[in-house]
């Protein structure tokens, strides 16, 4: 099963393509309109031409980003050195914000299982509420070269809660009274 981070990466790669396939139409169109019907280029041409290649780069650049951090993710989760940490603490993340919400960071006490050696690292940003998991126990994969390099496995501690809408209609209606 894939944790939440990968789906929603995913989903941003759809989106992103969406986006590169609506750049290359700017850009056929651009190409299209370069012609000004009296043997000269127009200038709207050349901006759509322009803006639909800046649209293109800018969708490679952020696909290609997006894919290498689910892989990274991946390859830690498969070949890095599984440790043990505890959440020592939850703090909201006030450099983003999404409809004036601001995420929260899990920051974990890992103790390295081969060396003994004792660090703190942070969580990616989550918009769960995970005050409820300080003090627990969590995995963290990090790279065998280069601490720097972590994962914090915190989507296998966070339990999903069933929608209201599934509650209301297993409700008795005839039996309200």
Known sequence: MKNRLTNTLTTSVFYLAIFF?????IFLFGIANLSDGEGGTSSSGVILMVLG????????????KTLKSVEVTDDLK???????????????????????????????????????????????????????????????????FDRTKYFIDIDSLIEEKPYLVGELQSFDYDKRK
């Open 53 to 64: 290649a800046v649209v293109v780069l800018f969708s490679m650049f952020t696909i290609r």
């Open 78 to 144: 498969r070949l890095g050195r599984k440790c043990e940490g505890v959440i020592i603490e939850i703090v909201p993340d006030f450099g983003t914000a999404i409809d004036d919400r601001h995420p929260f960071v899990a920051r974990c006490h890992v103790v390295d299982s081969i060396t003994g050696e004792t660090f703190v690292v942070k969580s990616h940003p989550y918009f769960n509420d995970l005050l409820r998991l300080v003090g627990q126990e969590v995995d963290v994969y990090v790279d065998e």
């Open 21 to 25: 396939v609506a750049g290359i139409i």
